[in-house]
């Protein structure tokens, strides 16, 4: 997946990279993650959608450092793609394959693997089983990866990750790759950010038989980061499928938060997706369509929408008087629907009537709620665009029903 950080040799920087990539950039102490489940809102549902989906597509490249060893010796030194080292050590029962029991320990040195991260520390890989020929690319494996201190260093920013994970590699389908990557606690963090991912497991299948190549992937678990106050529980009960570096044109993602709040992602396509959030207050759920690309960047709407002023009269009976105002201001709650009236925002107006409201480029009606202080408000609807670039000013006008 394009928005998923590539490593030939690293799972977990791209199981959790995620919840230290989506901050302002500024420098600071790392924060304790927060405890409790998380608030979902529509606030808060695009950097925690952005943080769960990361999870989903993380293990695509796992087990390439597995096949990568298929005759590892002890105490050998194996340069990097382009500079820096990786020192093999470990006992191995049978130099010409992998067999249970056997233990490989893998310390980098400096390594940079050609695709702009570096890598220090040690990781140690125990094999619990294995059958099949890593020579012919035809394997079952199963295995215990433990991480401690592992450091990747990607320009200026140093991400740490310590924890666990057990492996599942299943390669002896010709051209089918499947791997599944589970574990009880895996934390990373940086000079910024944290991030925990406990209980989980994540499930991809590559399937180089079609051209382009087929992935579908799933997964399970929590999540805390400090991306997001809180910590979310997700499932995949619609697996993504997609094409090779293209985002997945089908599936769904479930999160849940706090007090019944949730959230779910539906891949409409290869470019669109739907976020349902449901906010667990019975206030109905909010639907809002966006993109993979701005959902890669933790955004819905962003730097885009309408803003503007709501305005009722006549706000005197009789006859209008020359020089008498007879408009006014007021504070209300309005929805925003899309082209199939599905509800994608909600704002309210303050005393003055003013509003804003972040919406992706395109046709909304406004519908005011039914406490709104004017005439039939949920038939007074309004019909508004947000431009492509920036807000549109806009001037809401609404009967009140004096006569």
């Known amino acids: 997946m394009r928005f998923i950080k590539q490593s030939v040799i690293f799972l977990l920087s791209t199981v959790l990279f995620v919840a230290c990539s989506g901050s302002s950039g500024e420098s600071g102490p790392s924060t304790p993650l927060p405890s409790g489940m998380a608030k979902i809102d529509a606030s808060t549902a695009a950097p925690i959608a952005q943080g769960t989906i990361e999870v989903v597509f993380s293990s695509g490249k796992f087990a390439d450092i597995?096949?990568?060893?298929?005759?590892?010796?002890?105490?050998?030194?194996?340069?990097?793609?382009?500079?820096g080292s990786v020192i093999v050590s470990g006992q191995i029962a049978d130099l010409s394959t992998l067999s249970a029991g056997d233990r490989i320990l893998l310390q980098f040195a400096d390594c940079d693997d050609g695709a702009g991260q570096v890598l220090n520390g040690t990781y140690q890989v125990d094999i619990n089983s294995f059958s099949g020929d890593l020579l012919a690319g035809l394997a079952q494996l199963n295995a215990a990866v433990t991480l401690d201190g592992f450091e990747v260093t990607e320009?200026?920013?140093?991400?740490?990750?310590?924890?666990?994970?057990?492996?599942?590699?299943?390669?002896?389908?010709?051209?089918?790759?499947?791997?599944?990557?589970?574990?009880?606690?895996?934390?990373v963090s940086d000079n910024t950010d944290a991030a925990?991912?406990?209980?989980?497991?994540?499930?991809?299948?590559?399937?180089a038989g079609v051209a382009p190549e087929a992935y579908t992937s799933a997964a399970t678990g929590t999540l805390s980061s400090t991306l997001f106050a809180g910590a979310v529980n997700?499932?995949?009960?619609?697996?993504?499928?997609?094409?090779?570096?293209?985002?997945?044109?089908?599936?769904?993602?479930?999160?849940?938060?706090?007090?019944?709040?949730?959230?779910?992602?539906?891949?409409?396509?290869?470019v669109n997706v739907r976020l349902e959030i449901d906010p667990g207050d019975a206030s109905g759920i909010v639907s809002k369509v966006?993109?993979?690309?701005?959902?890669?960047?933790g955004v819905v709407g962003d730097g885009t929408g309408i803003r503007g002023q709501v305005i009722r009269g006549p706000i005197n009976p009789g006859p209008e008087i020359e020089g008498v105002i007879n408009e006014e201001p007021?504070?209300?709650?309005?929805?925003?629907?899309?082209?199939?009236?599905?509800?994608?925002?909600?704002?309210?107006?303050?005393?003055?009537?003013?509003?804003?409201?972040?919406?992706?480029?395109?046709?909304?009606?406004?519908v005011p709620g039914?406490?709104?202080?004017?005439?039939?408000?949920?038939?007074?609807?309004?019909?508004?665009?947000?431009?492509?670039?920036?807000?549109?000013?806009?001037?809401?006008?609404?009967?009140?029903?004096i006569r």
């Open 66 to 83: 597995l096949l990568g060893v298929s005759a590892p010796v002890p105490g050998t030194t194996t340069p990097c793609v382009a500079d």
């Open 290 to 297: 966006t993109t993979w690309e701005k959902l890669a960047n």
């Open 155 to 187: 320009g200026q920013e140093r991400t740490s990750l310590t924890g666990g994970v057990t492996l599942a590699l299943d390669t002896t389908m010709p051209l089918t790759t499947s791997i599944s990557v589970s574990g009880d606690s895996v934390s």
């Open 330 to 366: 007021f504070s209300a709650s309005f929805s925003v629907l899309d082209s199939e009236n599905n509800i994608v925002a909600r704002f309210e107006s303050d005393e003055n009537g003013s509003f804003e409201v972040a919406l992706v480029p395109g046709e909304y009606t406004v």
């Open 234 to 270: 997700y499932s995949t009960p619609i697996p993504f499928m997609g094409f090779a570096d293209e985002y997945p044109f089908t599936g769904k993602l479930s999160v849940t938060g706090s007090g019944g709040a949730a959230v779910s992602l539906f891949a409409l396509d290869s």
């Open 370 to 401: 039914p406490s709104a202080p004017i005439l039939f408000p949920e038939q007074q609807t309004k019909t508004v665009s947000a431009p492509e670039d920036g807000f549109a000013e806009v001037l809401l006008e609404f009967d009140t029903g």
């Open 196 to 207: 925990t991912l406990t209980l989980f497991r994540i499930d991809t299948t590559r399937d």
